[in-house]
């Protein structure tokens, strides 16, 4: 069954990251370390990684080895959370939930504990988009956030967020990919799937990328 491209080869662990080895190897010692935070915050422009990094650390506070910098990739959890499936994980568009009421409802689950994984997550894409409300009701918990329990936090808009709310987080900024990075990314992708193409129209759609 064909496969687009851009869920094919989205990065599954920190090594195949592209462009972020600041946050990669940040993320990777804290859990090696054991060091974990109960709230992170990915920012960035679009399509620089945030989503894909929560992912990859919620497969790494879950995977059933143990918490790791490097997840399986064999086991039950691993394998849900790549094909996402992970009841434990609970994605959230913030763009679309901006009520306190969907807020209110959310955090009604946060003191339950997890039904099968480690830890319960919690990414909220495009969090600048909760109302005054919902981040006032958030704050609560993230002042006093039950163990069990992880929020990953992704936005475009830090600047949008309480600074209440940032003070409780652990904020990583992502950074735009270089035209080099992204050329020799697709270069590497078109020689797995067996595809010729112009080096100068990678060079484009490279430019385009960013």
């Not at 919690?122 to 992880?150: G, Q, R, W």
């Not at 990075?181 to 990678?202: M, Y």
Request: net charge neutral; with cysteine.
């Amino acid at each position: 069954m064909y496969q687009v491209l851009a869920r094919k080869y989205r990065p599954r662990n920190f090594n195949e990251l592209v462009g972020q080895n600041h946050v990669s190897r940040a993320l990777s010692s804290a859990l090696e370390r054991g060091r974990l935070h109960h709230a992170y915050l990915f920012t960035g422009t679009r399509g620089v990684g945030k989503t894909t990094i929560a992912r990859i650390l919620a497969k790494c506070l879950n995977c059933e080895t143990g918490v790791t910098s490097t997840p399986c990739e064999v086991c039950a959890t691993c394998k849900a959370v790549n094909e996402g499936r992970f009841i434990d994980l609970i994605e959230i568009d913030a763009a679309s939930r901006t009520k306190v009421e969907d807020t209110r409802e959310l955090l009604d689950n946060v003191p339950y504990a997890p039904t099968q994984g480690r830890f319960k997550v919690y990414l909220i894409d495009e969090v600048h988009m909760l109302s005054t409300h919902s981040f006032n009701a958030l704050l609560k918990t993230l002042e006093e956030p039950p163990e069990h329990v992880k929020f990953l936090f992704a936005t475009t808009d830090p600047q949008k967020l309480p600074i209440t709310v940032i003070s409780r987080c652990l904020q990583f900024t992502l950074r735009p990919l270089a035209v080099d990075e992204i050329t020799k990314h697709l270069g590497a992708i078109l020689e797995k799937e067996q595809i010729t193409a112009d080096q100068d129209a990678i060079w484009q759609i490279a430019e385009s990328a960013q």
